[in-house]
């Protein structure tokens, strides 16, 4: 097992599904964490509409960190990808291969971002 400080998104993989078996005891189906994986974006949402937003902080949420919250959406993704055999490091690549054709010149050329 490597260290946690230096892990990559196929060992996030590993470590995930490794904490599931063992602690976790098993997954909880695709649908359940589907459902999870909304639950814990919207904790996201929340905390970035009252640090970022104009919604003002509930005494609730003062000691939520950011972090923390995206760890949480990530961890559920992974979930759901180790569930469903999506290895992530190789969706990422298709995914930048993707971007870098069809928004090649894109973002260069929106006026809304000079």
């Given at each position: 097992m490597k260290n946690i400080d230096e892990i990559t998104i196929s060992d996030a993989q590993e470590l995930v599904d490794h904490w599931i078996k063992t602690v976790g005891v098993r997954y909880f189906n695709e649908l359940t964490n589907t459902?999870?994986?909304?639950?814990?974006?919207?904790?996201?949402?929340?905390?970035?509409?009252?640090k970022f937003g104009e919604q003002s902080f509930k005494e609730s949420d003062r000691d939520k960190d950011l972090g923390d919250e995206m760890a949480d959406v990530l961890w559920v993704l992974i979930c759901l990808a180790n569930q469903t055999g999506v290895d992530l490091t190789e969706a990422l690549k298709k995914n930048f291969e993707k971007k870098?054709?069809?928004?090649?010149?894109?973002?260069?050329?929106n006026e809304k971002l000079k």
């Open positions: 459902a999870i994986l909304m639950e814990e974006v919207g904790e996201l949402a929340r905390i970035m509409a009252r870098n054709i069809r928004d090649k010149d894109r973002h260069r050329n």
